[in-house]
């Protein structure tokens, strides 16, 4: 309680500063010099960021490594490969890799230089350690949690002491995507023998990152320092040996106008997933920079449950979808920063089919006459929310996840819209994601909202429509586990089970977008989900910062504090 209430007087005492300056500053104009510094970077100083959420799941990269908020670990963990935002892959802990033609064999050959922050060497030995943990349904993994990308993995073998070699029972796509992931993090291997409840908090796990994690207070900030031996980058780093920066501070704030505040202040160099109202404070301002990126990740989507309560009619689905219009809201909310989504893939992704652009606008008359049709009729009692013939109100259940900017307000905006458009009451239940997968089970909701994780896009579209029982059981197709971990949809659709095993196992990226076409084309025709907005990161920082753009992750691009490349000018900060 201490603990909760010295944070909250923190945060107000940054927000009534964030007012003060905001009086005492003339309002920012664009094109007044903003930018990052000139020059060289130079080494030394301590870089502060705040974000927007803790990573909940605890320290150990494999446990958190499909929630964005786990992706600041990366300061400490390395891996095989390093992905671009043309998800291209590169070398990083490994030199170089082969595959075999037929997709089922992986040769990696490593680096004869790497040492593990507790002084452990990198061999071939250690990557047979982690990948055959990750392999253990009884190791703590996401993705042994759920939709088991090493469940495909028949054996780790030790060619040499450089050189090692995985071998998978059928070819998969997102193989190397998961291997250049933090799923796919190298930890030392002494760290692995651990009981249950250690493994799972990662407390004790070492990585051989460009930082050591020096101090994790819990929900409030994590301390990094500086680890002096860094002498192996991944190659799509811009610069090689130790990191520039001696120590990184990461603060957590939800609250997007009070972290504009504290880089407004000077309290944090920088910020991530800047409010569209709190753009102008920066883009284009002297003392400041702001950068924008778009995103090839699944589109943030509000899934429609097909087994529980009223969405179980498609009529009821289709009206829902039809009843708002998307994309005025998403305008409204974001002020054009972000895009309204017409299908589950971004327009950023090499898979995206321009097809469904307006495809399926918002139209209110067919709407209310397909409610009409299912049986709820309005009603001028009780605020104007529709009854069926027993005199039960049409009401949703949305259940999510404590959502955090632009989801929550865009939430808000959809639950008024559908109740003056349509009369449907909607009901917004929030809670901590921890919940969430108990909840899910228990099915006493009718939408769920959600931009699901992964690094390929056949990892995304599994999760979120891959076949699972009420249990939240998974299920396998000619040995590669399928099965949907957060799929609000419930979806069990056999087709759309094929259609998604055969584009995790296709390697030819036309077969694999007609696939992905084949399964949204049945998602949107169902109405199994409504696609709100495309994924779009944005950071803000002080002019002192080098190489802002490094703190975008690549393919996502969320932006998860990564500050290798990062840089802090002495004499721009202390001006």
């Not at 002498?231 to 990184?248: E, Q």
């Not at 605020?383 to 005199?391: E, S, V, Y």
């Amino acid at each position: 309680m201490r603990t909760t209430i010295t944070r909250s007087l923190t945060l107000l005492l940054a927000l009534l500063l964030a007012v003060v300056l905001g009086a005492c500053v003339a309002d920012p104009e664009p094109g007044s010099g903003g930018g990052a510094p000139a020059g060289t970077p130079t080494a030394g100083g301590t870089f502060t960021i705040a974000l927007d959420q803790y990573p909940e799941r605890g320290l150990n990269p494999h446990y958190g490594s499909a929630f964005d908020a786990s992706q600041v670990l990366r300061n400490s963990y390395d891996s095989l490969l390093s992905e671009d935002a043309q998800e291209n892959f590169h070398p990083w802990l490994a030199t170089s890799w082969t595959v075999s033609p037929d997709g089922r064999t992986y040769r990696f050959h490593l680096r004869n230089d790497v040492t593990f922050h507790n002084g452990e060497k990198l061999d071939a030995q250690a990557v047979k350690a982690n990948i055959d943990a990750l392999s253990d349904p009884k190791y703590p993994a996401w993705t042994t949690n759920g939709l088991l990308q090493y469940s495909s993995v028949t054996g780790t073998q030790v060619i040499d002491p450089l050189t090692v070699q995985i071998n998978l029972s059928q070819p998969r796509a997102d193989f190397l995507s998961t291997l250049s992931g933090l799923s796919g993090a190298i930890v030392a291997p002494g760290t692995l023998h651990a009981d249950n409840a250690t493994l799972t908090s990662g407390a004790k796990m070492v990585g051989s990152g460009p930082f050591i994690l020096q101090q994790a207070v819990q929900g409030q900030e994590i301390h990094f320092r500086k680890n002096l031996d860094y002498r192996w980058g991944p190659a799509t780093a811009k610069h090689h040996g130790p990191a520039y920066l001696d120590n990184v501070t990461v603060k957590y704030v939800p609250e997007a106008s009070t972290r504009a505040g504290l880089l407004r202040s000077g309290e944090v160099d920088a910020i991530g997933t800047v409010k569209a109202t709190d753009i102008p404070l920066f883009d284009a301002v002297s003392g400041f920079q702001y950068q924008q990126t778009g995103s090839p990740a699944s589109t943030t989507v509000i899934m429609l449950n097909l087994t529980n309560g009223p969405t179980r009619d498609p009529r009821v689905r289709k009206a829902i979808a039809r009843g708002v219009d998307i994309g005025a809201v998403v305008e409204a909310v974001t002020k054009g920063t972000q895009q309204q989504a017409w299908s589950l893939i971004s327009p950023d992704s090499k898979y995206f089919n321009p097809k469904y652009d307006n495809a399926a606008p918002a139209n209110l008359d067919q709407a209310r006459a397909l409610l009409d049709e299912a049986g709820w009729k309005a009603t001028g009692d009780d605020g104007g929310i529709r009854t069926d013939h027993t005199g039960q109100q049409l009401t949703v259940r949305l259940l999510a996840t404590v959502p955090t900017y632009p989801l929550d307000d865009v939430l808000k905006a959809w639950q008024g819209e559908l109740r003056q458009n349509l009369g449907i009451d909607v009901e917004l239940k929030y809670v901590e994601n921890a919940q969430v997968y108990d909840l899910l089970a228990q099915n006493d909701y009718e939408a769920f909202p959600r931009q699901v994780g992964g690094l390929d896009l056949s990892l995304q579209l599994n999760r979120a429509f891959g076949s699972t029982q009420p249990d939240l059981t998974y299920g396998q197709i000619d040995g590669i586990t399928l099965g949907s971990i957060v799929g609000g949809s419930k979806l069990a659709n056999p087709q759309v089970d094929r259609w998604l095993l055969d584009a995790t196992r296709a390697t030819n990226p036309d077969t694999r977008k007609a696939l992905f076409d084949k399964v949204t084309q049945h998602i949107l025709d169902q109405s199994v989900a409504i696609p709100l907005f495309t994924d779009r990161n944005s950071v803000a920082a002080t002019s002192a910062v080098h190489n802002l753009t490094t703190l975008f992750d690549p393919p996502r691009n969320a932006v998860n504090g990564w500050s290798y490349d990062i840089a802090v000018d002495k004499m721009a900060k202390s001006g």
